[in-house]
């Protein structure tokens, strides 16, 4: 474990005052700490998730000439709590053939793989909550909850309809999770380690400095990481689970209510982790563009920002992809998969293995302008 | 405390878990009791300070085995994937009979001694490691271990892979008739 | 016993806790808020009005099955290559980057192997795997 939030606090002295009146109790405060902590993140997380749905419509509305919601609030900005709210009055329906047990599962399943990916994420030098040796790893591992929810979503339902999302939903993301992380295991590579610490402070300083500029390889890793990551959070034009014209609504269809709204939920968060992942691994994450020798609490919030504008500058771009693009075909969503993006991720694997060799583990920027590491 | 607490929580995961996946009628239910099964040995990992081998098991039984078990049920496509066979005083769903059911005990009994005999030996000679603050990574021992010792191991298992790769896709090819 | 690294788990572990708060609070405040009229129409699994027929609970196609074959293998590879990736750097400095690249290569060439192998015999494809497996039994 190399940095949580805790140990980035501790070094403070207000984090001494707050020991003592805890009673030199470590382990209860760094508990407070962390829960304070992943409440905030998860009501952060929630609120982008809510404005996400709102940025969605929005978006889509500038894109084909409409208003969009423009009611609730000013520009209709509050229509996510008028949709929370209604979500949470809707009438609850089981369909009487549904496996009950599962049925309730599933959006927990979902919610619980979601968040936990939260507690690797790289907001900023000194708040990550729990900066583990394997953050990546854990987190590609983790977050593969999300497809047995999907898949027991569609089963428990006992509807044709979700059954067909279902099935569909777990094939195409344990497809598109291989050449994720084959693209990501490029990077691993690049920043000779696997925590988010390591993979964000490799990438300090000017944008050249970023891995996506790094070499040549890195920067097609990084297209392929995206469509991949694209497809695995079911995000149009690769949303065949959810597919509105044929499937109803896929896995969800039976879900009514609050579990929908918690599908709906995790599938949102789940976009903004993907993104934030994106942002950190190949963007530079929460970086400035300058080195700073000293450290004070403002300066981590600007580092926030930074990672937050990266993040949300990365989820608007899978909204505009989202209502440009037409659906896929289930065939050509396969052989994306299998015959166009993992042969290129594992080039591209194979490619940053023999530049960091080659050319002695220096960037495409520092080869051309000189300097070094 | 939370060391304790972690530990506790992986282990009523992992023997509720696998209680359940035997008890549980329903297959589908069974494949969802083995996922929490997993986890909690993914968790007893972790309290072991094994994180690598602690996510290795989340990434590959909860993320791969068990969703190929799912969707190996679907291949079946049985009415309701519910058992009615059962034996063991009727609680368990099961095939067998008394005799299988009584070597079986047997066989786990002599299972277990040899194993607590076996370990036994290696709890007793090893001290139990108190880790600081900074304990060193695990990813990277077993990234030196396998680039330097076992190589020979490293390279095999990729082609074992292949071989398991090629088998798979051969049997379920579909063929006429 | 009391070792510090553990609370660095402590946040995964909280994070799981706050989902399943989450998700039965928010159950618990539709139980109170919702209304609760079930009818039987109400219950049938949505089939566009029509009364469905049979259970969803159907036999699948294999080809789900074989993907999944396929993912498993690939995800074990990708295992085996996340601690020696996380090293290649390191040996590098160290001067030992081309038998490091050496070790790798021929490690992921066997994975291209496995990839080619599936292609050539249509096992990545979607909807003619049924064709091309006939024509080889013919032959």
């Known amino acids: 474990m190399n940095q949580t939030v805790v140990s980035y606090l501790s070094q403070y002295e207000f984090y001494d005052i707050i020991l003592e009146a805890f009673g030199n109790n470590e382990g209860l405060l760094a508990f407070v700490i962390y829960s304070l902590f992943a409440v905030i993140i998860v009501a952060l997380c929630a609120t982008i998730g809510g404005l996400g749905t709102y940025a969605e419509r929005k978006i889509s509305a500038d894109i084909q000439q409409r208003l969009g919601p423009n009611r609730v609030g000013p520009y209709g900005i509050l229509q996510f709590l008028a949709d929370g709210v209604k979500m949470m009055t809707k009438e609850d329906v089981m369909p009487f053939t549904a496996d009950k047990m599962l049925f309730y599962l599933a959006p927990c399943l979902a919610l619980v793989g979601v968040f936990a990916t939260l507690a690797v994420l790289p907001w900023s030098s000194g708040f990550i909550m729990a900066d583990m040796n394997v953050g990546i790893f854990y987190l590609i591992a983790i977050s593969s909850l999300v497809g047995v929810s999907v898949f027991l979503g569609g089963y428990a339902s006992n509807s044709k309809w979700s059954m067909l999302g279902g099935m569909r939903g777990a094939s195409q993301i344990i497809s598109y999770e291989i050449p994720v992380t084959i693209s990501i295991l490029a990077i691993v590579l690049l920043a000779g380690g696997m925590s988010f610490g390591a993979i964000v402070g490799h990438q300090k300083g000017l944008p050249t400095n970023w891995f996506i500029f790094h070499n040549p390889f890195a920067f097609v890793a990084f297209f392929v990481y995206f469509i991949g990551a694209l497809a695995e959070t079911n995000r149009a034009p690769f949303d065949l689970p959810e597919a509105e014209s044929e499937l109803v609504s896929g896995y969800h269809t039976e879900y009514t209510g609050m579990r929908f709204g918690f599908f709906a939920l995790a599938e949102y968060i789940e976009v903004f982790v993907v993104c934030g992942v994106a942002a950190a691994l190949f963007l530079g994450g929460s970086n400035l563009p300058f080195d700073i020798s000293f450290d004070i609490l403002p300066i981590q919030l600007v580092e926030v920002v930074i990672f937050m504008t990266k993040t949300l500058l990365l989820y608007y771009v899978v909204i505009w992809i989202r209502w440009t693009f037409p659906r896929l075909r289930v065939d050509q969503l396969m052989s994306i998969c299998w015959k166009y993006l993992t042969p290129i991720a594992i080039v591209n694997l194979c490619g940053c293995a023999i530049w960091l060799v080659v050319f002695n583990g220096r960037s495409f920027a520092q080869i051309v302008f000189g300097g070094h590491h | ?177 | 016993m009391t070792p510090a690294h553990f609370d660095g788990l402590m946040p995964v572990v909280i994070f799981m806790a706050l989902a399943v708060i989450l998700f039965t609070g928010g159950h618990f405040a539709s139980v109170l808020l919702a209304p609760k009229k079930p009818s039987h129409g109400k219950s049938t699994p949505y089939e566009c009005g029509e009364i469905p027929v049979g259970s969803a609970w159907s036999m699948f196609n294999v080809r789900f099955y074989v993907v999944g074959l396929i993912f498993i293998i690939f995800d074990v590879e990708s295992v085996l290559m996340f601690p020696v990736a996380s090293i290649f750097r390191e040996l590098n400095d160290m001067g030992q980057g081309g038998y490091a690249l050496i070790i790798f290569l021929s490690f992921i060439s066997v994975l291209i192997e496995g990839i080619a192998y599936c292609w050539r015999k249509g096992d990545l494809d979607w909807v003619k795997s049924f064709q091309v497996s006939t024509k080889n039994n013919k032959n």
């Not at chain 2, 696998?18 to 494949?31: D, E, G, L, Q, R």
């Not at chain 2, 049985?78 to 008394?98: E, H, I, T, Y």
């Open chain 2, 1 to 177: 405390m939370f060391a304790q607490l972690l530990f506790a929580m992986s282990a009523l995961l992992t023997v509720g878990g696998a209680i359940a996946v035997v008890v549980t009628k329903n297959i589908m239910h069974s494949c969802i009791f083995l996922l929490a099964c997993l986890i909690g040995v993914a968790g007893l990992y972790a309290t072991l300070g094994a994180d690598f081998v602690a996510v290795t098991q989340i990434m590959v039984y909860v993320g791969g085995i068990v969703i190929l078990m799912l969707f190996a049920v679907m291949l079946t496509g049985g009415k309701d994937f519910v058992s009615r066979a059962q034996n063991l005083l009727g609680l368990a769903p099961s095939m067998g009979n008394k005799w299988t059911f009584s070597i079986a005990i047997l066989v786990s009994i002599v299972f277990l001694l040899t194993n607590i005999s076996l370990i036994g030996n290696i709890v007793r000679s090893h001290a139990p490691k108190t880790f600081g603050n900074d304990y060193p990574s695990t990813v990277s021992q077993i990234g030196h271990l396998l680039v330097k010792d076992h190589v020979l191991a490293f390279e095999l298992s990729s082609v074992l892979l292949l071989g398991a790769l090629v088998g798979a896709a051969i049997i379920a090819r579909p063929r006429k008739q």
